[in-house]
């Protein structure tokens, strides 16, 4: 059984802080992880993916992998109130064709 | 570039009634598809997915079943809704070739049942 775990939050920054979004996995043979954010009553958007230890950066969010440690999170730098949504963690194996998804990280970013 | 369509974006239907919701994906050939529900508050769970016209991996036994009649277009259906139907359906597509692995979702169906 592969699963991923998000804490559901509600996590709270200020507006212009870090916002760090941690998700962890079972499978230790999950290749390819994907973080989506989703407003409200909106359908899940893709923001970052990573397939490979270490950091990837795209303007403001950051996406860091250590395989090792099961581990994938999500730096939003500079939060803005706009961010404020829920964020999906995603992992995918390596010739499965399915995508596992935790349960989402509410953020909200007060002005 | 792609794009992938649902509809109807909105429904409210009675409990029995039956249900076909149409995703359409633009500018790829061969995708994968993906049906998945999203209840309220919840995360998401996959319904149904599909390599190929013609071929449907089931996920969870319900009452609903999936086609994929055209390489493009994935329909998901039901003969009788239960009140338990009711969520947010999402259709999503992936690319088969390369080793890009990202799944794009449509814009979602969101299914009231009474």
């Known amino acids: 059984q592969k699963e991923v775990e998000q804490n559901s939050g509600p996590l709270s920054v200020p507006e212009g802080a870090i916002a760090s979004l941690n998700c962890t996995y079972s499978?230790?043979?999950?290749?390819?992880f994907f973080w989506y954010r989703q407003y409200s009553g909106k359908s899940p958007e893709l923001i970052m993916s990573?397939?490979?230890?270490g950091d990837k950066e795209d303007g403001r969010f950051t996406a860091q992998l250590n395989k090792a440690s099961q581990y994938v999170s999500l730096l939003i730098r500079d939060s803005q109130p706009s961010d404020s949504a829920t964020y999906l963690c995603a992992v995918k194996v390596d010739n499965f064709n399915k995508f596992y998804f935790g349960s989402g990280t509410k953020l909200n970013v007060k002005p | 570039s792609q794009t992938i369509h649902q509809w109807p974006a909105t429904l409210v239907q009675p409990v029995g009634s039956p249900l076909s919701l149409e995703c359409t994906v633009e500018g790829t050939s061969n995708p994968n598809l993906y049906w998945y529900r999203q209840a309220a508050g919840r995360g998401l769970q996959l319904l149904f997915y599909?390599?190929?016209?013609?071929?449907i991996s089931s996920e969870v036994p319900q009452n609903l079943s999936a086609s994929r009649p055209q390489d493009r277009q994935f329909i998901l259906s039901s003969k009788k809704l239960l009140l338990s139907d009711s969520g947010f359906y999402l259709c999503?597509?992936?690319?088969?070739?390369?080793?890009?692995?990202?799944?794009?979702f449509g814009p979602g169906t969101r299914l009231t049942v009474l």
């Open positions: 599909s390599v190929g016209i013609g071929q």
């Open positions: 499978d230790r043979v999950s290749q390819s």
């Open positions: 999503a597509w992936r690319h088969t070739s390369g080793s890009n692995n990202e799944q794009f």
């Open positions: 990573i397939y490979s230890n």
